[in-house]
């Protein structure tokens, strides 16, 4: 299967969870208990604010995923710059504050809301649980994806095989031995661009599985702020989202650029990106449009609570393994003080940013 191939089915798979999750949340919305939103202004006036922020949030996801894309034919924003490794720290830091500060904390709100029965929601940590169980979803399809990968690459021989072939070897039994905390060891050698094919591959299924954490969250958000009828919640959403949607374009792309997807493919994974979230605020505007949605019914609480900590899950252990641990544990970074430095401070500039962004959405 190509690598087209998979991002189509990547797409796919995604676009049938997407009408899945919005159909599940329709059928619960009847159901609904007696906590209600505080303020409510005229659909009228919110709509208008719904519509500009479709607008702005695509424009900040897709400048935010195409900047990488873009800047891999400058020098100065080429993969292995300087520059780029301080902007895709910061991006990282977005990321994994994303996930600890913002979608756990609305996770655990939605699965301990009064509405819900006190056995079994509020009586076992579910959000926990699901956090978990997309950290381990996550490792378990990152491992999976990249043995794919190898094997395509590289056959099933084993490394002792692997070193006898002519113009292969020593690259070939490298491969057996590689891991995250080695990533960096293939930098320098293969390709010009300084990464080996096994790096690539790394790289692929990143961007994959980080693109699903993503859109997962993305959508939730998306109809959470479609939905809303007030003016203040969706004025400061907005601007949270332009923000984050921006970095983790950037994240996202930087690893879409290393990963040296066909144009096809790239173009369809920020395309995907940029889109989700709009479309998942269209989606929210249907439903209240229609009456028969309320946020704060049991099924809908349910499923975006589950939701929210499996994508939480997931983008905490992409920012952690898959996107800071490669680049901090690489010999750029390790050989490199001042850089070190760098990458240090903007990580912890990212993250902080985001965190400080909680305190209005």
Known sequence: ?????????????????????????????????????LTHNSKSVTLRYKLGAIAVILVASALGVSLP???KNFLALHPESEIFFLIKSFAAGVILSTGFIHILPDAFKDLTNPCLSEKPWRNFPFTGLFAMVGALGSLMID??????YRRMHFGEAAPSDTTDKENGGAHAGHVHLHSHATHGHAHGSGPPEGLSELDRIRYKVTSQVLEMGIVVHSVIIGLSLGTSQSIDYIKSLMAALCFHQFFEGVGLAGCIV???????????MALFFSLTTPVGIAIGIGLSMSNVYKNN?????????LLNSVAAGILIYMALVDLLAQDFMSP???????????????????AGFMAVLAYWA
């Open 1 to 37: 299967m190509s690598y087209g191939e998979r991002s189509f089915y990547l797409f796919f798979y995604c676009v049938i969870g997407l009408i899945l999750f919005s159909s599940a949340l329709v059928a619960g919305a009847n159901c609904t208990c007696d906590h209600e939103e």
């Open 69 to 71: 894309i873009v800047g």
């Open 143 to 148: 491992a999976y994806a990249t043995g794919y």
């Open 258 to 268: 290393q990963a040296s997807f066909k144009s096809a493919s790239t173009l369809c």
């Open 297 to 305: 019914s049991p099924t809908a609480l349910i499923i975006q609570g």
């Open 332 to 350: 750029k970074l390790q050989t490199n003080t001042r850089l070190f430095f760098g990458v240090n401070l903007t990580l912890l500039l990212g």
